[in-house]
C-alpha cells in the first residue's frame, strides 16, 4: 500500500511542477503599461513645443488636457480588459490545473492495472524472480540428470531419483521405465517393487495388470507391512471379482495399521463400500451396492481390452469377473475373443484354457 501512496505524491508533484506557473495570477500594478508610456511622451513633447514657441501657453494646455482624456480613457479601456479577458483565462487555467492533478493520477493507474504487472508491488522484493528462477533450477536439474543418464545408464541412484519426479510430471511411461532402470542397476527391494507397481497402475487407468500384481507381491514377500503393496493387492482381488478376498485384506491393513496412518481413511471407506454401506465421509449418499461397483470396473477392463488388447492374465481376469456377477454368457463370449486375440501366444491361450476349465465354462472350450 505505501508504493502506491508514494506513485501518487510523485505523480500530482510532476503535474504541479508543470502547472504551477500557468495557475499564478500575476500582478501587473508595477509594470509600465505601453499606453502610458506613449501618452507621457506626447505630454512631454507638447511641453518642449511650448517652450520652442511653437505652440502658445493655452494650446499648450488644451492639447495636455486632451492627451489626459486619452491617457484615462485607455486606463479606463485596460481594466475593463483585464477583467473581461483575464479572470476567465485565470478560471480556466485553475480547472484545468484541478482536472490535472485529480484525473491523471486515476488513468495512469487504471492504464498501469491493465498493461502493467501490478502483481510485482504484491510480493516480496525479488520474490517472483526467485520462483521463476525455481522452475528454471528443477527443469534444468531435471536436464543435467538425463544428461548424465544418457551416458551413465547405469546410475541406478539416478534412475531411482528421477522415477517419482517423472511420475509427479505426468510422464508415466518415462517413470515406468525408470523404475525399472533402478530395480536393474540397484536391486529389488519392497520399496522401490511398489512404487514401481503403482507406476503401471497409474499407467492402466487404475487397473491392476498382472504384471503390477506381481510387483507387488514380490514387495510384500520382501516386506510383510508394506501397505501401498496390501492395498492394490485388495484392489486386485476386489477386481477379480473375489469381493470376500478384498474385505479381508482390507480388514487386515486395517488391524494392522496405526490409527494415525494416512491411509486408514481410505481402508475404511473401501470396506464400508464393499458392504454396501455409504463411506463415513458422505453419509448423505446414497448407499451404492458393491456389485455395482464392480460391474463398473468390469465394464471398463472389457472396454479396454476390445479397444487396445491386453495380456492373457487380463483376458482371464474379465472371465472370472464375468463368472462372480453371475454373467456365464459373457464369460464364455470373453474366451472366445480372448483366443481370437491370443491366437499367436501359445502360452497365452493355455492360461485362457485353464481358466476356462477352472471356471467351468463348458461353452467356451475349444
Known amino acids: 500500500m505505501v508504493i502506491w501512496v508514494i506513485l501518487m505524491a510523485m505523480t500530482a508533484l510532476a503535474v504541479m511542477a508543470v502547472l504551477w506557473p500557468l495557475s499564478r495570477h500575476y500582478a501587473v500594478s508595477g509594470q509600465t503599461d505601453p499606453n502610458t508610456q506613449f501618452y507621457r511622451e506626447q505630454i512631454a513633447e507638447i511641453e518642449r513645443d511650448r517652450e520652442r514657441g511653437a ?21 479606463s479601456m ?40 501490478p502483481h510485482l508491488l504484491s510480493e516480496p522484493p525479488g520474490a517472483q524472480l526467485q520462483r521463476q ?8 536439474a531435471i536436464t543435467q540428470i538425463e544428461t548424465h543418464l544418457a551416458k551413465n545408464p547405469q546410475d541406478g541412484r539416478g534412475w531411482d531419483v528421477l522415477a517419482p519426479v517423472y511420475l509427479r510430471m505426468g510422464r508415466t511411461d518415462d517413470a515406468i521405465k525408470a523404475y525399472e532402470s533402478a530395480l536393474r542397476y540397484l536391486g529389488r527391494d519392497a520399496v522401490r517393487l511398489a512404487n514401481y507397481g503403482e507406476a503401471l497402475v497409474i499407467a492402466r487407468d487404475g487397473m491392476v495388470s ?15 507391512s508394506s501397505a501401498k503393496a ?42 464400508a463400500r ?9 453419509e448423505a449418499a446414497e448407499p451404492q451396492p458393491s456389485t455395482d461397483a464392480i460391474a463398473r470396473m468390469v465394464s471398463g477392463l472389457a472396454a479396454r481390452l476390445e479397444t487396445q488388447g491386453g495380456s492373457a492374465e487380463e483376458w482371464a481376469r474379465l472371465m472370472r469377473s464375468y463368472t462372480v456377477l453371475g454373467q456365464r454368457d459373457k464369460a464364455v463370449a470373453a474366451a472366445k475373443r480372448a483366443r481370437a ?8 491361450l493355455r492360461t485362457i484354457d485353464a481358466m476356462a476349465q477352472e471356471l467351468r465354462l463348458t461353452d467356451a472350450t475349444p
Open 55 to 75: 505652440l502658445l501657453p493655452n494650446e499648450a494646455e488644451a492639447a495636455k488636457a486632451e492627451a489626459g482624456r486619452r491617457l484615462l480613457r485607455a486606463n
Open 78 to 117: 485596460k481594466d475593463v480588459e483585464t477583467f473581461a479577458v483575464g479572470e476567465p483565462a485565470l478560471r480556466r487555467r485553475r480547472a484545468v490545473s484541478t482536472l490535472a492533478l485529480s484525473v491523471l493520477p486515476i488513468v495512469a493507474l487504471a492504464v498501469y492495472g491493465a498493461y502493467g504487472s
Open 133 to 140: 528462477a525455481d522452475k528454471t533450477d528443477f527443469g534444468s
Open 210 to 224: 498382472a504384471e503390477a500384481q506381481a510387483a507387488f507381491q514380490e514387495a510384500l514377500d520382501l516386506d510383510k
Open 230 to 271: 496390501r492395498l492394490y493387492l485388495a484392489r486386485a482381488a476386489e477386481q477379480d471379482g473375489q469381493i470376500e478376498k478384498a474385505k479381508s485384506e482390507y480388514q487386515a491393513i486395517l488391524s494392522a495399521s496405526p490409527p494415525d496412518a494416512p491411509w486408514v481413511s481410505l481402508v475404511r471407506e473401501q470396506i
Open 274 to 282: 464393499l458392504d454396501g454401506k455409504q463411506p463415513a465421509t458422505a
Open 341 to 348: 486375440a491370443l491366437t499367436q501366444d501359445e502360452a497365452g
